[in-house]
Every structure is written in structure tokens, then in C-alpha cells.
């Protein structure tokens, strides 16, 4: 009896010092699967405008016209005779745990590209790119990170916001309070309310929210930056290296296409679709010089 216990508890200590899970199930192939189906799992969210759903109930976005591309490329490399996209909600605080379990193929929406984040998940070829900022009401006269020494600063669960504040409130010794929330919306909420005194988030998410608001003058983002440029991709499983190949070698062709422009200037220069607002982003040279770099292939 003594002998069956120490042989399995070494069995599951060594599991654990690998990395995997008493409970790990066989890993999921994704290419076998969408074969087996036609069916694409994309993972979106409640970010505009990057992800979300129209007043019909449509899942669209720029992230979601990538990917709609992204189907259709797949289904020609993979020579199937259809590939139909289901679409799969997601928050900041459950989308790795919804792509580990298979519930989603690819999360099309904006997740930063990072260190922290590559532990969880593998990433396609990246699609923007953010610095991350914080929005406050305009009448705190709040611009830099040390004018909220001592306040308190609301944080998506999920997002790496949350370790980039702290990593800034201990380096910069601010005293902050930071106050996690299920969503984004409930962050922004608690500066609204002045329950918080910022919401730390990507640049061009909180110019998104701050637009959609009743009095956008009423908020202002920081002049200063919490995190330097970062890119953003879609999430793919880690481990599912034949997958993420076509991924990328069917992004390195709608990123060099001259409609990939029009796509890009139809979600951040134009009217954005049932939301009343525009945001007019031009394209960063960070992102037109990725685009530019990459190979030059045949169609």
C-alpha cells in the first residue's frame, strides 16, 4: 500500500512540476476538428471597436472582419468544402479558461501580446497596437501617475492591467488602492460615479467608452503612458502549432492585402456601426510598418 502511494504521488508531483493538471485532458487539435465539423469557434467581446454585437444581435468589429477573412483563407489552405464561424462570448477574467477548454478555436477580439500572457496563450500575427493610459474625470486635472498617489484606480480581472498598475504603483511607491471588477464597463463606471479616481486600460478602448458617454468633455485620458507600445493578437491554445501556422500564414496574406486599409479606416476613421460615434484613429507607424514587414507571398 505504502509502495502504490509514493509511486503515485510521485506520478502526480511530476505532473505538477511539468506544468500540467491531475485532471489534464488529451490536448485539443484544432485543425483535425474544424475538418471533422467546418466549424470555426472565434471568441469575441464587449469591445468596441474591436469586438461586439449590433443592435441586431451581430457579432462585428475590426477584429471580427479579420477573422471573417481569416475563415475564408482557412478554408481554401485546408481545402474544405466549408468552414462556418460560430461565435462564442467571452469576458477579460474567462478567455483563457474558454479557449483551454476547447469552447473557442481563437479569440478575435484585443488581447495584449506580452510576456505575461504568452505563458497561457499562443498569438497570431498582431492586428494593433496600444499603449495603456488611464481615463479620469476631467475636473481632477489628473495626467500623470503620480497625481494618483494614494487614490484608488479600477482594473478589468483578466486584463494585464492589473499587474502593470502594480508593477507601476510599487516601482513609483504611489500607495495606490487598486479595485478589480468583473468588466470594463463596471471599471469606467466607478469613475463616472467618482467612486474611483481612474481606470487603467488600452488607449484606444477607454477613447472608445469615453466617446459613447452622455458628456465625452467630462473625462480625460493621461498624458502619461502606464506601459510602453504593445501589441495586440488574436489567442490561440498553446501547443496548437499546426493551427497556429495557417493562422499566420493566413494573416500574412489579408495584412498585405490594399483592402486590409479600407478595413482598418471602415472601424477607426469612420462612422462605427450603431454606435453614433467616430473615433479618427489614422494607423499608427508601428502598426504600417508591421504590416510592411511582412513576406510578400504568392496569393
Not at 64 to 88: F, P
Not at 245 to 267: G, S, T
Amino acid at each position: 500500500m505504502r509502495k502504490r502511494f509514493l509511486v503515485g504521488w510521485s506520478s502526480l508531483l511530476a505532473l505538477v512540476l511539468s506544468g500540467g493538471s491531475a485532471y489534464a485532458t488529451t490536448p485539443i487539435n484544432t485543425l483535425e476538428r474544424i475538418e471533422e465539423t467546418g466549424l470555426l469557434r472565434v471568441g469575441y467581446g464587449d469591445t468596441a471597436p474591436f469586438s461586439y454585437e449590433d443592435s441586431q444581435g451581430n457579432v462585428v468589429g475590426y477584429s471580427i472582419d479579420i477573422c471573417q477573412r481569416l475563415a475564408k483563407r482557412l478554408q481554401r489552405q485546408l481545402d474544405l468544402t466549408s468552414l462556418d464561424i460560430v461565435y462564442v462570448p467571452r469576458t477579460p477574467s474567462n478567455r483563457i479558461q474558454v479557449l483551454n477548454s476547447g469552447d473557442i478555436d481563437i479569440e478575435c477580439n484585443a488581447s495584449t501580446n506580452n510576456e505575461e500572457r504568452r505563458r497561457s496563450a499562443q498569438f497570431a500575427l498582431s492586428h494593433y497596437f496600444v499603449s495603456v493610459r488611464y481615463v479620469a474625470l476631467q475636473s481632477s486635472g489628473f495626467t500623470t501617475l503620480e497625481d494618483l498617489s494614494g487614490r484608488s484606480v479600477s482594473v478589468a480581472r483578466g486584463t494585464v492591467n492589473v499587474s502593470q498598475i502594480n508593477q507601476a504603483n510599487r516601482e513609483r511607491q504611489l500607495n495606490l488602492s487598486v479595485v478589480p471588477v468583473e468588466t470594463l464597463q463596471a471599471a469606467f463606471d466607478l469613475v463616472a460615479e467618482g467612486r474611483v479616481a481612474a481606470f487603467a486600460m488600452d488607449d484606444v478602448l477607454l477613447s472608445t467608452m469615453i466617446a459613447e458617454t452622455a458628456n465625452p468633455d467630462a473625462y480625460a485620458l493621461s498624458e502619461e503612458a502606464i506601459s510602453a507600445i504593445e501589441p495586440l493578437g488574436f489567442m490561440m491554445r498553446l501547443g496548437d502549432d499546426a493551427f497556429a501556422a495557417e493562422v499566420n500564414k493566413a494573416l500574412a496574406h489579408i495584412y498585405i492585402d490594399p483592402e486590409m486599409l479600407l478595413l482598418y479606416e471602415r472601424w477607426f476613421q469612420q462612422p462605427l456601426l450603431d454606435k453614433g460615434i467616430t473615433l479618427n484613429v489614422p494607423m499608427s507607424d508601428a502598426l504600417a510598418e508591421h504590416f510592411m514587414a511582412l513576406p510578400h507571398t504568392e496569393q
